[in-house]
C-alpha cells in the first residue's frame, strides 16, 4: 500500500510538472503579439558602442604597425575600460607601452603598442568614436508592452556586415530636410535633423533583423493584425513612410516576388508604383528602412534593402522574421 501511495504522488508530481511545462509553452507562444501599430515615422538614432570603434589608422602609426585594424573596437587599456576617446588618452604616457584589448567579430586580442611622441603629445595614430548616429525609420510599436523595433536591420561597422557590439542607444526625435533622390547606379538617401533634446525612448537591443527597443508614447494610428509570412503573396500592398518632415504618407508598391527562407532579411523583392514617391524619391532610399509593409490590411513586414541599379527596386523581411529576434517575443 505505501508503495502504491508513492506511484500515485509520483504520477502526481509528474503531472503537475507536465501541467507546469504546458503552461509555459503556451505562455511562450502567446508572447508574440496579433496586432501592432504600424509606424513609418522617422527617428535619429544614436547607438553606444561597446568601446571605441576604429575608424581609420594612419600610415605608419604605431597602431597599425601592432596590427589594429579598421573596424576594431577599442575595449581596454591596460585592463582599464575605455568608452571615449579621453579615457584612452588618459592611459598614454611618454616611453610607456600599453597593452590595448580589442574586439574583431566575434573574437578579441591584445596588441601592446608603444605611443609616439608628437609636438601636442603621445598617440597611438588612431581615429576613433564612441557612438554610431544616423536615420532611420520606426517599423512597429506594441501598446501592451511599449516594445518597438527600427530599421529591419542591424546596425554594421564601417566595412561590415555583422551588427556592431553596442551597450544600448536611444531614438531621438528627428524631421526630414531633404532628400537625394535615388539614380541607377547611385542610391538615394534622407537627410534629416535631430533633437537630441527630445529622446523618444531607448534601444535595447541591435541585431540582424533589427533594432529593438521601447518608446514613451505610440505612434498616432491604429493597431493591425499582424500576418505570418504564409499570409503575404505578391501584388499590391502600400508602405508607411516619412519622406518630408515629419508628415507619415501611405504609398503604394508591389510585392513582385517572396523568398522562402532567405535568412538575410531579404525575404521579398518589393517595386515602388507610387508617382509620388517616386517623384521625391525616386524609389527607396537610406533612411527608409523599416518602412512598415502592410498587405490586405495585415502588417507583412518592413524595407531593408534598395537595388542600387533599379532604385524603384529593394528587399523587405518578413514581420514574423523582424519579431524573433525581439528578446520581449522570444
Do not use: W
Not at 586580442?109 to 532611420?136: C, H, M, Q, W
Not at 541591435?206 to 504564409?230: C, M, Q, W, Y
Not at 517616386?278 to 495585415?298: D, E, F, R, W, Y
Amino acid at each position: 500500500a505505501c508503495g502504491m501511495k508513492q506511484h500515485l504522488l509520483a504520477l502526481r508530481r509528474a503531472g503537475a510538472a507536465f501541467f507546469l511545462t504546458l503552461s509555459l509553452c503556451i505562455s511562450a507562444f502567446a508572447a508574440e503579439p496579433d496586432y501592432l501599430v504600424p509606424g513609418g515615422e522617422t527617428a535619429g538614432i544614436r547607438l553606444s558602442t561597446e568601446g571605441l570603434l576604429v575608424t581609420k589608422l594612419d600610415d605608419g602609426s604605431p597602431a597599425k604597425k601592432a596590427g589594429l585594424r579598421v573596424c576594431d573596437t577599442i575595449l581596454s587599456i591596460d585592463g582599464q575600460r575605455v568608452f571615449t576617446a579621453k579615457d584612452a588618452c588618459g592611459h598614454l604616457s611618454p616611453g610607456k607601452g600599453v597593452r590595448v584589448c580589442v574586439r574583431r567579430g566575434e573574437k578579441t586580442a591584445e596588441f601592446f603598442i608603444t605611443p609616439e611622441k608628437t609636438s601636442t603629445g603621445y598617440r597611438l595614430g588612431v581615429s576613433v568614436r564612441d557612438n554610431i548616429s544616423g536615420i532611420g525609420t520606426i517599423t512597429f510599436y506594441d501598446p501592451e508592452t511599449g516594445v518597438c523595433g527600427a530599421l529591419g536591420h542591424g546596425v554594421a561597422g564601417l566595412t561590415g556586415t555583422q551588427p556592431v557590439k553596442t551597450t544600448g542607444g536611444v531614438f531621438v526625435s528627428s524631421r526630414v530636410t531633404d532628400v537625394k533622390k535615388g539614380v541607377r547606379g547611385t542610391p538615394g538617401e534622407l537627410h534629416g535633423s535631430f533633437d537630441v533634446t527630445n529622446v523618444l525612448g531607448s534601444i535595447r537591443q541591435n541585431e540582424t533583423h533589427g533594432i529593438f527597443g521601447t518608446l514613451k508614447a505610440s505612434p498616432d494610428r491604429e493597431a493591425v493584425k499582424v500576418a505570418d509570412a504564409s499570409d503575404v503573396h505578391t501584388g499590391p500592398a502600400v508602405i508607411l513612410a516619412n519622406v518630408e518632415g515629419t508628415q507619415v504618407q501611405e504609398y503604394c508598391v508591389r510585392i513582385d516576388k517572396i523568398y522562402e527562407n532567405a535568412q538575410t532579411g531579404r525575404d521579398l523583392l518589393v517595386t515602388v508604383t507610387d508617382e509620388r514617391l517616386l517623384s521625391i524619391t525616386g524609389g527607396i532610399v537610406q533612411g527608409m528602412s523599416g518602412s512598415p509593409i502592410l498587405q490586405n490590411g495585415k502588417l507583412v513586414g518592413a524595407l531593408t534593402h534598395v537595388l542600387v541599379n533599379r532604385p524603384a527596386q529593394g528587399y523587405g523581411i518578413f514581420i514574423s522574421n523582424m519579431l524573433s529576434q525581439c528578446d520581449t517575443y522570444k
